[in-house]
């Protein structure tokens, strides 16, 4: 392995060659069942043949134009877009913290405009991801990624999701902007807000004039069983939202949504991308959005979440020594580990399973939404088989 890369990825011992579906293959023949699916990226699997037409066939016409044009693959997806949800407007970034660095400045500039200049603070919460850029790192607040990197940023506020007295008093401050939080935590262990938690926080921002800013760049475009996570909920919807990961369906795109109302402040010249909105990019997340907005994607997704959270929870009774909790929403599901979870992730790796990992000791599945139920069966027994291993590490070491 060459030492010209900077060493801030602790990689895992596997040289990726091939994906199709489900299944990933290494440069040494081996195949792993993908539930990673490129940190759910990648949420029709790997090669996927619609997504595969979309990118070659735009690839044959055009690739990029600056945004001084009109892209009309950016008019397809932003209709498609507002139509699925609760926003007016969007705005095409390349990633996640791109997103969310526009969601971000989207809230910042509405108070601005608005003649309240002074409302610049920004709630988070512990346990948050997202992104790595500055105002990400600062929105979340996790101390390891922000060490080292300069004085904190003015204007960002951390709570607890418990803190409900904290929480409340700081949307009611008159210096608040916007309170950002992901509906399901991903790196933060895979942990699920409630409705009632939702609601609470959209009626506060409501009554105090704060915007509420939603982080769906994993939760989004079907990993739980909806479009959106959000919508499982009745009276829990955003001004604003960032979406990335599974919108590309592995290709990289990243876009903020909000109503008219909120994006009032976001006027020609006040925010861009270069390469944001692409025309291969868009090509490529028009087919994937029109896959994984299907009625029928979304219930085998809500199938397979059913399916593999039984197998799961079964499991975990079979080892509890090992597995304390079975935790998350539809496909972005979280194994709270005794022993350490960067220890299990390459054991499972061995038995041939791709996991993630996750705060809290979580081990993270992210499967695609196409896995089958057979693979589901598949996936679990090779878990297994990593939980004995586990077992006998333990025995040995004890
Ligand atoms: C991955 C992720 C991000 C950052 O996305 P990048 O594409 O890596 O910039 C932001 N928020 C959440 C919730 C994420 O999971």
Not at 55 to 80: C, M, Y
Not at 235 to 250: C, R, S, T, Y
Not at 339 to 360: I, K, Q, S, T, Y
């Amino acid at each position: 392995m060459t030492d010209a890369l900077m060493g801030v990825y602790n990689r895992a011992p596997l040289a990726v060659s091939h994906g199709n579906g489900a299944w990933l293959h290494d440069i040494d023949g081996r195949a792993y069942l993908d539930c990673v699916a490129g940190i759910a990226t990648d949420a029709l699997g790997h090669a996927h043949p619609a997504l595969i037409a979309a990118l070659t066939e735009q690839a044959g016409k055009l690739w990029h134009v600056s945004n001084i044009f009109r892209i009309p693959g950016q008019d397809e997806l932003a209709e498609r877009l507002t139509d699925a949800s609760f926003a007016d407007v969007v705005f095409f970034g390349n990633s996640g913290s791109e997103a969310i660095e526009c969601a971000l400045k989207t809230a910042r500039r509405y108070h601005f405009v608005n003649g309240q200049p002074e409302r610049i603070d920004i709630i988070g919460f512990a346990g948050s991801f997202h992104g790595r850029t500055y105002a990400a790192i600062n929105a979340a607040g996790n101390p390891s990624y922000v060490e080292g990197f300069g004085p904190r940023l003015p204007g960002y506020v951390q709570l607890t999701i418990d803190d409900e007295a904290g929480i409340a008093e700081a949307i009611a401050r008159p210096t608040t902007a916007a309170l950002i939080v992901e509906p399901v935590q991903g790196e933060g262990g895979a942990r699920a807000l409630t409705g009632e938690w939702l609601k609470r926080v959209r009626d506060l921002c409501t009554a105090h004039g704060v915007l509420l800013i939603y982080d769906e760049v994993q939760s989004g475009m079907g990993r739980t069983g909806k479009l959106f996570a959000h919508q499982w909920f009745e009276g829990a919807e955003p001004d604003i939202m960032g979406v990335a990961k599974a919108l590309g369906g592995g290709f990289p795109v990243g876009a903020c949504l909000a109503t008219r109302e909120a994006a009032k402040g976001m006027t020609v010249g006040v925010h861009g991308s270069t390469f944001g909105g692409n025309p291969l990019a868009m090509a490529v997340a028009i087919a994937a959005f029109d896959e994984i907005a299907k009625e029928s994607t979304l219930t085998h997704a809500r199938a397979i979440a059913d399916d593999l959270k039984t197998r799961l929870t079964d499991l975990a009774a079979r080892y509890p020594d090992l597995i304390v909790d079975v935790r998350g929403k539809g496909l972005l599901i979280g194994l709270k580990m005794i022993p350490n979870n960067r220890e299990f992730m390459a054991l499972a790796r061995d038995h041939g399973v791709l996991v993630a990992g996750g705060g809290e000791n979580c081990v993270r599945l992210l499967p695609p939404l196409i896995l089958s139920h057979e693979e589901a069966a598949e996936a679990v027994t090779r878990l297994e088989a990593a939980c004995e291993a586990a077992r006998a590490q333990l025995a040995k070491a004890a």
